[in-house]
């Protein structure tokens, strides 16, 4: 790790004094650092990481393979003990990832059932179902973000492009951006495109088009670009290691966790669960516009955040969607 800052810093031109006056750091710590004497704590690594832009990742590995490397040392049993504790890290998450699917398995087994008959159904009824929840799914997804429309209301600004009288501007063209932001990943479900940052970016540009000036960027932060592409990376790895709903929450959760725009984390998160589920052939899954429903889903969110328990969160989406494929359903046979 110490070739590593050294390199890095001297590409960038700085000297140890500059970095150390950046960062608050004492200039003989950068110096420490760089010849291997001192480790640095988690949070220089991060501000490091974030001054010389070096991959987050890789100099984050670096450090935990000096941190092991300096308690096991060349002990003779060290290989054997790194074996080990590999073997129980990945026990230890198919353990939590066991017992998820274990305590929503009953609902993921309706889930299945619920779907498998919606798939029955023909391609006109299909493209019925489709078009009254993607409308529906504007509606609730703008009016969570205090949008004023009434169902209504949305389906004439999108389907007819009529102006509803003392509506603001902003109102419609919200509605008008989700619609496109909608069949946008409509579409790329349909392509069974994964989720990436390009098409990520090009939705959020869609949802602010004309009522924001910074759209499809991120913050102006470089440790938000090494956390995406750490979330891209992960979900390449792991899009296949989860079962699609629970896969779709733990995208949502990271994203939010990352908070990545200025504006619209919300809706972005709640777009690309929608993304990976109509992928893998789920209903549209949104929250119910009425006060309650927004009520319970921000309690949840926030329980599920602040015990850092995201089967608290998983169980509550599937339980919408649930309520979706159910609603599905209806639509056909009532």
């Known amino acids: 790790m110490k070739s590593l800052l050294k390199i890095a810093r001297e590409q960038k031109r700085l000297k140890t004094r500059e970095v150390a006056q950046l960062l608050g750091i004492d200039q003989a710590l950068i110096s420490k650092f760089e010849s291997g ?15 010389l832009e070096i991959d987050y990742e890789t100099i984050m590995t670096a450090w935990l393979k000096e941190k092991i490397l300096y308690e096991i040392g060349d002990d003779e049993f060290a290989l054997k003990a790194l074996i080990l504790a590999e073997q129980e890290i990945q026990n230890t998450k ?18 299945e059932v619920l779907k498998n008959k919606l798939q029955s159904f023909n391609h006109f009824e299909l493209r019925q179902i489709s078009k009254t929840l993607e409308l529906e799914f504007i509606f ?18 999108i389907n007819d492009g009529l102006t509803i009288t003392g509506k603001s501007i902003q109102n419609h063209l919200e509605a008008i951006n989700f619609q496109e932001a ?20 090009t939705i959020h540009n869609l949802i602010f088009r004309g009522i924001e000036s910074e759209t499809g960027k991120y913050k102006d932060d470089p440790l938000i670009t090494r956390e995406m592409n750490l979330l891209f990376n992960w979900c390449e790895t792991n899009k296949n290691n989860f079962h699609p709903t629970i896969f779709a929450c733990e ?13 619209g ?3 972005m998160a709640n777009l690309i669960l929608n993304w990976i589920l109509l992928q893998n052939n789920y209903a549209f899954t949104s929250i119910e516009e009425d006060q309650n429903s927004k009520n319970e889903y921000l309690s949840i969110l926030e329980e599920s955040q602040a015990k850092n328990d995201k089967s608290i969160f998983i169980n509550y989406i599937l339980r919408i969607e649930k309520e979706s494929l159910n609603r599905a359903l209806q639509i056909i046979t009532q």
């Not at 069949?183 to 940052?197: A, G, P």
């Not at 995208?251 to 504006?263: A, G, S, W």
């Open 37 to 51: 004497t001192r480790k640095p704590t988690k949070d220089q690594i991060l501000k490091l990481s974030q001054l």
């Open 94 to 111: 198919k353990e939590i990832n066991a017992i998820i699917i274990s305590s929503v398995q009953t609902i993921l087994d309706e889930i």
């Open 140 to 157: 609730k997804s703008i009016s969570l973000n205090g949008n004023s429309l009434t169902l209504e209301e949305t389906k004439s600004v």
């Open 182 to 201: 909608t069949l946008y990943i409509r579409d790329l479900s349909q392509k069974k495109t994964h989720f990436n940052e390009k098409d990520f970016l």
């Open 251 to 263: 995208v949502y959760l990271k994203i939010l966790e990352i908070n990545p725009f200025e504006k």
């Open 265 to 267: 984390n919300l809706q």
